[in-house]
């Protein structure tokens, strides 16, 4: 399987059979395109921010139109300009995406720097009391105090690896990918971890949970913002440079930080609205789709699929712009959808770890869990851990009568497992039709 190019699909197909590689190829490109969804929606915080050096999105209005439908509108037209751009090939935007991961490292690199700077000078006292072993059981956010809760922020921790899967994509273009390919993927799990843990351990130096998140207009899409905003006036407080000083550093550090971040995302915007398209249909045998939705335009670009992507986008946009929520509300549904869409795919993919193993047909470069009893154990107890953090975030929905917000976030999967489906089941039809009228032309059962 490493030289195939089909990734998701290649690695479910060979494993559960075509049928559910395709259905579960359409819950994964679901999960990338809530991700766009999201994304698209928190760029105008990054440009509010950038401007004003505050997220003022709850403030804009169009006409008659309130704020969260004001920036549907917004992002809806966006898109369509990004797709515009983006059928006529990566050349263009490809120095934009380098210019892009180079912003984030500069982000990153500052934050690390300002926070160990702000920690020295306080004598290492975290604006976050620690409290072993309570601070590492129980979280300060009100609403994550029952079981329910808790255990559905497995969906949020998840989601920290979430894309990490891509990879398999492109192992057949490394080299000495038999080596290469289990020692990057190891790697990057264990960075990923480990550098998840430092930056929430960096952020306890200057963000105290009360004082910072329980204040009004702070939600899942300006957090980064606010804590940037915070770590500028903590600072300004141990430089002594008054209230208004730290004020006025306050205004640069979160202006700074939502320029950086606006620069990397729409670096890789352009990448993501093709990637998982070129990944997933041109990955796949093209007799399972329509017939000019695989086709590709002067560009190289599969246009037909994209404009799609783009409809299927705009709608989605609509129906939670739309809905009578609040800008905090709007952004935190947002990313609960991108995070609950972004988990349901490894539902899949774990699941067809023991249909691999199982065929012998395939050659295994990457040998894991070699004894059957382990591989059994270990697939049942990560599927069982998906689906109670998947169970236990519907449940709270349910529990506070979120029914909307829970529609929402389930659509995009469940939406998408559908239409793959139905997908299927048609090609299984024309098939069976050629099989039994070989003389009738291919043209007309399409």
Do not use: H
Not at 44 to 57: E, R
Not at 136 to 159: C, D, E, G, M, T
Not at 235 to 252: K, V
């Amino acid at each position: 399987m490493r030289n195939e190019a089909g990734g998701v699909f290649s690695w479910l197909s060979n494993s559960l059979g075509t049928k559910w590689a395709f259905v579960g190829g359409f819950v994964w490109i679901a999960s990338w395109i809530i991700l766009i969804v999201s994304t698209v929606s928190k760029i105008w915080i990054m440009l509010s921010t950038t401007i004003s050096g505050s997220d003022q999105t709850g403030q804009w209005r169009f006409g008659g139109l309130d704020s969260t439908e004001t920036i549907g509108i917004l992002s809806i037209a966006f898109f369509c300009i990004v797709t515009f751009v983006a059928t006529k090939g990566l050349t263009k935007v490809a120095k934009l995406a380098a210019v892009g991961g180079i912003a984030a490292v500069v982000l990153t690199i500052f934050f690390c720097i300002a926070s160990l700077i702000l920690l020295s000078m306080n004598g290492f006292q975290l604006a976050e009391p620690m409290n072993l072993p309570t601070s590492l059981l129980k979280s300060p956010r009100a609403s994550y105090q029952s079981l329910s809760s808790i255990v559905s922020f497995l969906v949020f921790a998840i989601y920290a690896y979430a894309g990490i899967e891509a990879m398999g994509g492109v192992s057949d273009k490394m080299k000495n990918a038999k080596r290469n390919f289990p020692l990057a993927m190891a790697l990057g799990a264990f960075l990923i971890t480990m550098i998840y843990a430092l930056f929430i351990f960096l952020w306890g130096a200057s963000a105290n949970w009360s004082k910072v998140f329980d204040g009004s207009g702070v939600n899942l899409g300006n957090t980064t913002y606010v804590l940037m905003s915070n770590l500028g006036y903590s600072l300004g407080q141990q430089f002594s440079l008054g209230a208004a000083g730290a004020q006025t550093l306050s205004f640069w550090f979160a202006r700074f930080g939502s320029f950086t971040m606006l620069i990397s995302y729409l670096g890789s915007f352009f990448v993501i609205v093709y990637m998982p398209i070129k990944s997933f249909i041109l990955g796949t045998p093209k007799q399972l789709w329509p017939k000019a939705l695989p086709k590709l335009n002067a560009y190289g670009m599969p246009a037909n699929a994209m404009w799609m992507q783009a409809g299927v986008v705009s709608a989605l946009i609509a129906m939670t712009s739309f809905g009578g929520k609040s800008a905090v509300d709007f952004y935190n549904v947002l990313t609960l959808m991108d995070n609950l869409s972004s988990t349901l795919p490894y539902l899949f993919l774990v699941t067809a770890f023991p249909f691999f193993k199982a065929n012998l047909s395939l050659e295994k470069p990457f040998v894991i869990y070699k004894r059957k009893w382990v591989y059994m154990t270990v697939t049942v107890v990560v599927d069982l851990l998906l689906m109670i953090g998947v169970f236990s975030t519907a449940i709270s929905a349910i529990s506070e009568g979120q029914y909307w917000d829970l529609t929402l976030e389930l659509i995009g999967p469940f939406f998408f497992g559908m239409v793959g489906y139905v997908l299927f089941r048609l090609y299984e039809r024309r098939s069976q039709l050629l099989s039994q009228n070989p003389d009738v032309p291919e043209g007309l059962t399409k």
